[in-house]
């Protein structure tokens, strides 16, 4: 039988892509995994992170990435459309992944707060039968979608270093890194305005945006 966990980076960031990862093993492989020492991506530091995504990805069947950018996760986000919400774009993003990979079985991290919805609004972009185990926090319980967490966090990481080359500390991506902050202040204060790389839907970058609009405003 042929096994697939699924994963996602990034979601909460205001800094550069969304991206989902899916890895596919046959069953009577999967402890290997186990016995390479695959966890929760977050538990585990950049470097080791980048090892273990090259040796998961040598080790399995196949492997898929999907990378949403700024602009197609702002589409949604502020399309105020009830059907093209950000969990359904992860969900369509999820599907293509497991069109890419096809198991017999799926087992995806899932985003919605119903995770049995999530499941089938991934169902529904699918043409083909698969069994789908759709749980939330499943990169803790099932090492085939801690697998898929790490490529998918190790992929996001160098996204996010290539931006840290071109534009300068960019922090990592999350507002809850006051580098990251300081980093979008800044790009008000030279431009007005962010570069395409940052989620200007997010609420902490409209807030940064009118706080800078008040100050202008308030200086005349």
């Not at 697939?4 to 979601?11: E, I, K, M, Q, S």
């Not at 991290?109 to 119903?114: H, P, R, W």
Request: overall charge positive; glycine content about 6%.
């Amino acid at each position: 039988m042929l096994v697939a966990g699924v994963d996602d980076a990034g979601r909460g960031a205001v800094i550069g892509p969304l991206v989902i990862a899916g890895v596919l093993f046959e069953e009577k492989r999967l402890q290997e995994l186990v016995r390479l020492g695959v966890r929760d991506s977050k538990l585990l530091s950049p470097s080791r992170r980048a090892r273990l995504a090259e040796e998961i990805k040598r080790m399995a069947l196949k492997y898929c990435v999907v990378k949403l950018s700024p602009r197609e996760i702002d589409g949604v986000v502020m399309s105020n459309r009830k059907l093209h919400k950000l969990n359904r774009l992860e969900a369509r993003a999820m599907a293509r992944v497991i069109g890419e990979l096809k198991p017999d079985v799926a087992y995806v991290d899932a985003s919605d707060v119903l995770a049995e919805r999530f499941k089938q609004h991934i169902l529904e972009c699918l043409s083909f039968p698969v069994h789908i185990v759709s749980e939330h926090k499943a990169d803790k319980t099932y090492p085939i979608v801690s697998a898929a967490s790490i490529i998918a966090k190790a992929e996001r990481d160098k996204e996010i270093e290539k931006l840290k080359e071109k534009h300068g500390d960019v922090g990592c991506g999350y507002p809850t890194d006051p580098k990251t902050i300081q980093f979008l202040k800044e790009c008000l204060e030279k431009t007005g305005e962010y570069p395409d790389f940052v989620r200007k839907s997010w609420k902490p970058a409209k807030k940064l945006k009118e706080e800078a609009r008040a100050r202008q405003l308030k200086l005349g």
